[in-house]
């Protein structure tokens, strides 16, 4: 899927995230080795995506230590940024609805050639920049298991017209362009149903067994996967306990994210 290969392991203990509304998770330990699935659960609120996007560089990490890869946070988040990708998060990853699926594809195409790449890549021909380009964005079609040929109007259908499976899995082929060592999945059984969210189940399990390491906010643990659940934060105070609304949660991630 590109010039990166293989996941990252992740190693955390005693992991607390601030926000401005207090403490998001604390006291969570996670262990996984490089390929491993990750799935994030607890209830709307709990601090799900905060600890989707510490993992993955883009929020800061109050306490405690994290090791991903060979980076550290929170001093290294940007090295993290480097290797990991995100899907499918509200906000961050939001598709432009008045776009088709396959100018998305071509924007994320260009953008990896113009910055995922080397100066030696940089410097080959046009012709073999292009042709390397379209067999990444293959690559990742086919491991987000997206058929653009299977859409009603094939790569000609604007993101609005999708399913949001379809939705979906564009936004994960979208993050895989890169060739990422680590994966962030957010909402990954938001609005689905049953037999959809079992795909979405196999989704992940697959990527994750082609060697990426994945970290996934899940409403079930997929067979196999490490659980870590936010739903209980033992070393918080009881009055920063309860659960703060969704929406609010996800306000304090994302000005966090802008701020990493």
Do not use: Y
């Not at 601090?47 to 290294?76: F, I, N, W, Y």
């Not at 390397?132 to 690559?139: E, L, N, P, Q």
């Not at 895989?176 to 060592?181: E, W």
């Not at 033992?234 to 609304?245: G, H, L, S, T």
Request: net charge negative; glycine share 12%.
């Amino acid at each position: 899927m590109g010039e990166q290969a293989g996941g990252v392991r992740i190693v955390a203990d005693g992991l607390g995230i601030r926000g401005p509304r207090g403490w998001a998770v604390r006291g969570l330990s996670v262990d996984a080795e490089p390929g491993a699935l990750i799935s994030v659960e607890g209830p709307s609120g709990s601090g799900r995506t905060c600890l989707l996007l510490a993992l993955t560089g883009r929020m800061k990490v109050s306490e405690g230590t994290a090791v991903v890869g060979d980076a550290r946070l929170p001093k290294q988040m940007a090295a993290v940024r480097g290797f990991s990708a995100l899907a499918h998060v509200p906000g961050v990853t939001d598709l432009d609805p008045a776009l088709t699926a396959g100018e998305h594809l071509r924007e994320r195409a260009l953008l990896q050639q113009r910055f995922g790449t080397s100066l030696r890549g940089l410097l080959r021909p046009r012709s073999e920049r292009a042709a390397a380009a379209g067999r990444r964005v293959d690559a990742a079609l086919e491991a987000a298991g997206l058929d653009l040929e299977a859409l009603p109007k094939g790569p000609r259908t604007a993101v609005r017209d999708l399913e949001r499976l379809e939705a979906l899995r564009l936004s994960v082929a979208l993050a895989l362009v890169g060739g990422p060592r680590l994966l962030g999945v957010d909402d990954t059984g938001l609005k689905l149903s049953d037999g959809e969210r079992e795909e979405v189940r196999a989704l992940l399990r697959s990527l994750a067994d082609a060697g990426t390491t994945v970290v996934a906010v899940c409403s079930e643990t997929p067979e196999g996967a490490v659980k870590v659940s936010t739903a209980e934060s033992p070393e918080k105070p009881a009055a920063e306990n309860d659960q703060v609304d969704e929406g609010e949660e996800k306000a304090d991630a994302l000005a966090e994210t802008g701020r990493a």
